[in-house]
């Protein structure tokens, strides 16, 4: 296993749309554990392929019930979200910040696992957290584009707040 070197913004790897993996073999099983090995040495509990500048469908996530293991999702689709919760977020590709994001709260995800076979994988709380901010990473989706969207629509309060008080 070896240790990648991680790619900070605004490295443009970050905004490439990563291609789908056509079949799992020996190549995709040693990235899959060389991103598992990057993301604990930087204390991060998931990773997307783009963030070690590998532009295909990858993402491991940080198992908190079994630390030994990480989960490996290849090709993951998100085919439902459910609920809505706040929750604070950082990236490895973007140190030093930090913001509550909305997300759906449930999910359900296909993807491939390491034997390239199907997976369906339902889940709410933490782990539905993680796997949609790598799933967006895949689409050259960064967690700030979220922060932005939010701070904007603070603004357009305030400034709509503040005409109003001008009548
Ligand atoms: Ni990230």
């Known amino acids: 296993m070896a240790k990648l070197a991680i790619r900070i913004y605004p490295d443009r790897v970050l905004r490439k749309k990563s291609s789908t993996v056509k079949s799992v073999g020996e190549e995709e099983r040693r990235l899959a554990s060389d991103m598992v090995k990057t993301m604990r040495s930087a204390n991060g509990v ?60 449930s999910i359900i995800v296909e993807a491939l696992n390491l034997d390239g076979d199907k997976i369906k994988i339902g889940t709410g709380g933490f782990l539905a957290r993680v796997i949609q901010h790598e799933t967006d ?17 603070k603004i357009f309060k305030k400034i709509s707040s503040k005409v109003c008080m001008e009548l």
Do not use: M, W, Y
Request: glycine letters at 6%; proline letters at 5%; one cysteine or more.
């Open 137 to 153: 990473h895949l689409d050259g989706i960064l967690f700030i584009d979220r922060i932005v969207f939010l701070k904007r629509r």
């Open 46 to 105: 998931g990773l997307a392929a783009p963030q070690v500048g590998v532009s295909r469908r990858i993402i491991v996530v940080d198992d908190l019930e079994n630390s030994s293991s990480a989960l490996v999702l290849i090709n993951p689709v998100i085919i439902k979200k459910k609920g809505r919760s706040r929750f604070c977020e950082g990236c490895l590709s973007v140190p030093n910040i930090t913001s509550d994001i909305l997300r759906p709260e």
